[in-house]
């Protein structure tokens, strides 16, 4: 996903001369890598803690601030998108939780399996999906990542199956990690806790809000969400532990989310706007990894306001598609239900004969 900066450079300073290998050689002389101090894990049941100097390189950085930056104004673009009412249905956006889905991935391989639940756009884009796919997908459109029929909260790449829409489904989460457990599944369970269940904060909800104790007999980690080494470090450790052969592993993430659980929700009736400003402040993920590579001289200024003009071109021309795109017809809506022959009729019904579109 990231361009190398030197090659686009090098073939800059071919086209225009002198002028662009001055350019060049001032990005030769940036910082490769660094090494970072990062937070400590809380860990249960495990007698040795993810490691806290980390290092990360120039490009490892630029990677993670490109995608960050995407899905931010992505899910920035689908709100704009939502209130003028091109989105319809169901939309609970990611903006603040970008470091999860980010971390997660750097820590993982994409040849891994991963399922959702809610907030699935940025898993999708870290998964391989396009933002254009998932921007027609959110608006219903014929080039959507699921041909337009699953929207925000059914969204699919390889490796990866969408998001989980039922409320209370992940309820099931006890008994699966019994089965994990007895099994020595090689499973990472994660518990994103942004700290409001809907509108409701964990402390009113939940007795034990050490979530990542809830696995019990499972090993379990709490990580700071919001920085994406972080994330990144406790992922790594965490499939380390599964490849290894033992057993499944708990991590809970804690972060924030800026938007309410849902675009009918705005979220500032059980919460204050100036919590939402304090966490934006403090401890916002891009922010954070921004100030990092600058304060270690991996890349300048202008290079990432660079990365920041490219990413809303690609947003705006995702939008463009997406609101322009034709819907799918009507006659397809019962298509990919099922991956071989059509079924039998059910009750007299066959839905493949009588839908038509008129449009």
Known sequence: MLTNISHVLRACAQRNGAAAVVSA????????????????????????APATQVVMTRDEGLQYYRIMQTIRRM??????????????????????????????EAGIN???????????????????????????????????????KGGSMHMYTKNFYGGNGIVGAQGQIFET??????????????????????????????????????GDYIPGLRVDGMDVLCVREATKFAADHCRAGKGPILM????YRYHGHSMSDPGVSYR?????????GKSDPISLLKDRILSNNMASVEELKEIDVSVRKEIE???????????????????????????????????????????
């Open 25 to 48: 050689r001032t990005y030769a002389d940036f910082t490769t890598e660094a090494s970072f101090e990062i937070k400590k894990c809380d860990i249960h049941k495990l007698d040795e």
């Open 75 to 104: 899910e920035l673009k689908a709100d704009q998108l939502y209130k003028q009412k091109i989105i319809r249905g169901f939309c609970h956006l990611y903006d603040g939780q970008e470091a999860c889905a980010v971390g997660i």
């Open 110 to 148: 994409l040849t891994d399996h991963l399922i959702t639940a809610y907030r699935a756009h940025g898993y999708t884009y870290t998964r391989g999906g396009t933002v254009k796919e998932i921007m027609s997908e959110l608006t219903g459109r014929r080039g959507g990542i699921a041909k337009g």
């Open 177 to 214: 990690y019994n089965m994990a457990a007895l099994w020595k599944l090689p499973a990472i369970f994660i518990c994103e806790n942004n700290r409001y269940g809907m509108g409701t904060p964990v402390e009113r909800s939940a007795a034990s809000t050490d979530y990542y104790k809830r």
């Open 252 to 255: 809970e993430l804690q972060t």
């Open 272 to 280: 204050t706007r100036e919590e939402i400003q304090e966490v934006r």
């Open 317 to 359: 021309d995702a939008a463009q598609f997406a609101t322009t795109d034709p819907e799918p017809p009507l006659e397809e809506l019962c298509n990919h239900i099922f991956k071989n022959d059509p079924p039998m009729e059910v009750r007299s019904t066959n839905p493949w004969i009588k839908l038509k579109s008129v449009s």
